[in-house]
Nanobody, 125 residues
């Protein structure tokens, strides 16, 4: 069992930055990959970024590549999403998720085993 709690969302202006955090508890944090997803009103949940168990491998959606950075501190059981140069189209509820499979990282939401409750990010123009 894994519990995930996101924080750090808020209302910002276009061009601003935010850092989201996701605190995990339960299973050994360094044993599984983590992902970030987002869901805007009326749209399906979409992949944003993922990071493997060690932090040595990351993957990003094209829409955020070069602006967002995913990282993790296994000693603090926390994964982060640093979001720079935010755009109004980044407005969404952001979710972190845990992928307990042994190998690799994935962009598919169906492969993730546990989800946080989400945190709202709103970017005004």
């Amino acid at each position: 069992q894994v519990q995930l709690v996101e924080s750090g969302g808020g209302l910002v202006q276009a061009g601003d930055s935010l850092r989201l955090s996701c605190a995990a508890s339960g299973r050994t944090f360094s044993s599984y990959a983590m992902g970030w997803f987002r869901q805007a009103p009326g749209k399906e949940r979409e992949f944003v970024a993922a990071i493997n168990w060690s932090g040595g491998r990351t993957y990003y959606a094209d829409s955020v590549k070069g602006r967002f950075t995913v990282s993790r501190e296994n000693a603090k059981n926390t994964v982060y999403l640093q979001m720079n140069s935010l755009k109004p189209e980044d407005t969404a509820v952001y979710f972190c998720a845990a992928d307990l499979r042994v190998a690799g990282i994935t962009t598919s939401a169906s492969e993730y085993d546990y989800w946080g409750q989400g945190t709202q990010v709103t970017v005004s123009s």
